[in-house]
Structures are given as C-alpha cells and as structure tokens.
C-alpha cells in the first residue's frame, strides 16, 4: 500500500498562489504516477494534474500556465504549485498515486480563494 499525506492548503486572496505537497510513504516501487485532484462543493471531483515516473505531466483544462506539478523522487513528494488563485479553485485537493495495486488517496487538504 501507498500512503499520502497532503499539506500547504489554507485561505488565500484572489490572485494569490498556494504550494501544496504531497508526502508518499509505503510500497512506491510499484507507484507509476502521482497525480493531484480536487473537489468543489457540490461538484465531481475533477483532475488537476498529473505526472508520470518519467516526468510527464499533463493538466486539466485551463489549469495549465496558472498550475505546475513537480516531484522530488529523493523526497517521494509531488508539489503543485498554484498561482493566480481564482475563487473558483476554492476546493479539496487530493493527491493520488497510482500503482499496480490501483490507486491511492490522501485525505485532501482544503484551499479556499476569497478577499
């Protein structure tokens, strides 16, 4: 099994920027990308973005060029650093690994957007 631990979410202004992390422990040799996901009230939860081992990354509509994944495979932590927050990104944020065993989940940190 792969454990995740989220942490950086918070209250911040519109326009602001957010560094969440991603901290993975357990079995990650079997881990072949790590990804993060969020949840709005009231909305399905949604992929932010992801990358791959190999480091490729891919993002969900519209999140590219405000939002940027990263990874410390010496660490087995995965960033995702958030700029420009509008009060739309006010959601959960997961993070998630995925393996041969399927795919885990942290318990979300909460990132709130408003003046």
């Known amino acids: 099994q792969v454990q995740l631990v989220e942490s950086g979410g918070g209250l911040v202004q519109p326009g602001g920027s957010l560094r969440l992390s991603c901290a993975a422990s357990?079995?990650?040799?079997?881990?072949?990308?790590m990804g993060w996901y969020r949840r709005a009230p009231g909305e399905q939860r949604e992929m932010v973005a992801t990358?791959?081992?190999?480091?490729?990354?891919n993002y969900g509509d519209s999140l590219k060029g405000r939002f940027t994944i990263s990874r410390d495979s010496s660490k087995n932590t995965v960033d995702l650093q958030m700029n420009g927050l509008k009060p739309e990104d006010t959601a959960v944020y997961y993070c998630?690994?995925?393996?041969?065993?399927?795919?885990?989940w942290g318990q979300g940190t909460q990132v709130t957007v408003s003046s």
């Open positions: 998630a690994a995925y393996s041969s065993m399927g795919t885990s």
């Open positions: 357990g079995s990650l040799v079997s881990v072949y990308g």
């Open positions: 990358i791959s081992r190999d480091g490729l990354t």
